[in-house]
């Protein structure tokens, strides 16, 4: 079985501050973890994923999420947020065949 | 790239009505998923499948059926349409066990 907590329903924050939504997971086979976001009126899409090797994955637009195996944690970090940032953000953990997802971490960036 | 496509968009339904959503992804990926998004619910598992011809009961399955009978469609039924069934339904596909998953744009569904 596996399970995602996002301890956050929502974020707020001010343009150019530093955030953190925070995800954590458990599961019973190895461990595949991705954040998605969705953007008002879309579908997901994926922002980051681990699959192995470097515990710190990025993406392309400044995002980046640590997997930390003690702490059973993938939070997804940004140093300095932009108003384009406001989304909803999903933390989702694999392993088996069907990816199982967190309730969603809305962020709101204020100007 | 189409990558993963729903139909419709938006629908309006009166109780008691059917209607069917449909899916189709061109990346042949065999595991294939239907969610429905509720305000403050998150991603809601309604049915999935394992490939061509195989269908499977997910968290929220009363009220819903599917048909997979070519590997690249996936199709949401429901019978009897409810006002509880009015949400944002998503179809999602994965190659395997453990990999991206690739989203449709939703259909909003209300159901008056």
């Known amino acids: 079985a596996q399970s995602v907590t996002q301890l956050d329903s929502q974020v707020p924050v001010f343009e150019e501050a530093p955030v953190e939504l925070r995800c954590n997971y458990s599961?019973?086979?190895?461990?595949?973890l991705f954040w998605y976001v969705q953007y008002p009126n879309q579908g997901l899409q994926l922002l980051l994923k681990y699959l192995s090797g470097s515990t710190l994955v990025e993406s392309i637009n400044g995002f980046e999420a640590e997997f930390n195996k003690s702490q059973t944690s993938f939070h997804l970090r940004k140093p300095s947020v932009h108003i384009s940032d406001t989304a909803e953000y999903f933390c989702a953990v694999g392993g088996s065949y069907i990816p199982t997802f967190g309730r969603g971490t809305s962020l709101i960036v204020h100007p | 790239n189409a990558g993963v496509t729903q139909t419709p968009k938006f629908r309006v339904l009166k109780t008691g009505q059917s209607m069917t959503l449909l899916c189709a992804q061109d990346?042949?990926?065999?595991?294939m998923y239907w969610y429905r998004q509720d305000p403050g619910m998150g991603l809601r598992l309604i049915h999935y499948s394992v490939g061509e011809g195989t269908t499977a009961k997910g968290e929220v399955p009363d009220g819903y059926n599917v048909s997979r009978l070519k590997k690249q469609n996936f199709l949401l039924g429901l019978e009897s349409a409810a006002p509880s069934q009015t949400s944002v339904y998503f179809c999602?596909?994965?190659?395997?066990?453990?990999?991206?998953?690739?989203f449709g744009q939703g259909t909003r569904l209300t159901v008056v």
């Open positions: 999602a596909s994965t190659r395997g066990g453990g990999t991206e998953a690739f």
């Open positions: 990346m042949n990926h065999e595991y």
């Open positions: 599961s019973s086979v190895s461990v595949y």
